[in-house]
């Protein structure tokens, strides 16, 4: 499968906000996280603009 193809129908915000960190399917999650700016770990955003 198409890793860009796999990040849009998992990680991407139907509301058109860009990528959340954890995928669609991830179990016991209160929320999704969503961020902005890099921190410890990369956000999403920055990496698939790189993609």
Known sequence: ???EK???DY???QSGQGYFL?????????VRP???ADE???NAN????RT
Do not use: E, Q, R
């Open 1 to 3: 499968m198409n890793l």
């Open 6 to 8: 796999t990040l849009f």
């Open 11 to 13: 990680h991407w915000d």
């Open 22 to 30: 954890t995928a669609s399917d991830a179990n016991d999650l209160v």
């Open 34 to 36: 969503k961020n902005d």
């Open 40 to 42: 410890a770990a990369p």
């Open 46 to 49: 920055g990496i698939m603009a």
